[in-house]
């Protein structure tokens, strides 16, 4: 489309409410001068100079407005993700580059659900990811790999709490059972909870109507079964596993983020995702984690 038409489709996200019609982050203004050479504006009241991307999550970006939504396209067309190095290849850029701004379009989609809810039907479910010990090569110099103290450390839960027709909640735990806490924030008081037969599960049931299913004996009965969250959890798996073959533990709850915005809006067609997704990084600030990242 041109790095003139992409500039003004960024504009039209970054400020929809004047139809792309600069507004200075600074005072609010909305008379600007125009530095075309430069694709920035300055205020005609405070005389600050800004650009689409000023005070947003792509603040600071040296790629193409061409680049920028050509990677935003790959990512969201990728049903079960898309891994950074694939985007270096497809982009022509860094691996570094490619990795830093998968995290900040994650991170910016993670902030459409930030601080809500669910309620009404809700499955939740834990699985775990990460934590591989690779065997020694000698039968000899093996060791059990399930005791606590052969184990990394590294190994997490991702639990999740999906709503019925509605949106999907994740969190990161060591354990399945830390989850019971996260659980019972996030519902809805008034909420019908559904749970597999883990133990830990039981506490949900002094605060919610809950279903259990036991799944070594069904995946459903009398109207108990947790296939949506089995479902989720089978897309974060085969994104971890198919495509990023390795996630560290301290981003893996952005991975799950980007997992369930994948599938909360999976009816979606690739350009009414690309235009949320657009919306979403115009609207978010600059990012405290990924901001210098590779600078630390």
Not at 8 to 15: E, H
Not at 67 to 89: E, F, M, P, T, W
Not at 116 to 136: N, Q
Request: glycine share 6%; net charge positive; with cysteine.
């Amino acid at each position: 489309m041109g790095e003139e038409t992409a500039w003004g489709l960024f504009k039209q996200m970054r400020w929809p409410d004047t139809n792309g019609t600069p507004i200075c982050p600074k005072c609010g203004c909305v008379e600007s001068y125009d530095i075309a050479t430069r694709r920035k504006h300055k205020c005609k009241a405070c005389y600050h100079q800004y650009s689409v991307t000023s005070g947003t999550i792509l603040a600071s970006r040296k790629m193409s407005f061409t680049d920028l939504l050509a990677a935003i396209v790959i990512i969201i067309n990728g049903a079960k993700g898309v891994s950074a190095l694939q985007l270096a290849r497809d982009l022509d850029c860094q691996h570094k580059t490619a990795f830093v701004l998968s995290h900040k379009l994650r991170e910016a989609m993670a902030s459409e659900i930030k601080g809500l809810d669910v309620s009404g039907t809700v499955e939740v479910d834990g699985a775990y990811f990460g934590g591989h010990i690779r065997p020694s090569n000698l039968k000899k110099n093996r060791v059990d790999r399930r005791l606590v103290q052969n184990q990394t450390g590294k190994r997490r839960v991702v639990v999740i709490a999906r709503e019925r027709k509605g949106r999907t909640l994740t969190t990161v735990t060591k354990t399945e059972a830390d989850g019971v806490a996260f659980v019972s924030k996030i519902v809805r008081p008034g909420s019908v909870v559904h749970a597999d037969e883990a133990s830990h599960w039981d506490a949900l049931h002094a605060k919610f109507e809950t279903m259990r299913i036991n799944h070594s004996e069904a995946y459903s009965f009398n109207g108990a079964c947790t296939n949506q969250a089995e479902s989720f959890l089978a897309r974060l798996r085969r994104m971890v596993e198919g495509q990023h073959h390795h996630v560290s533990p301290q981003h893996l709850h952005q991975y799950a983020a980007h997992a369930a915005w994948m599938e909360d809006h999976r009816r979606l067609d690739n350009g009414s995702l690309t235009h949320r997704a657009v919306t979403l990084a115009m609207a978010h600030p600059v990012s405290r984690n990924w901001k210098g990242y590779w600078q630390r």
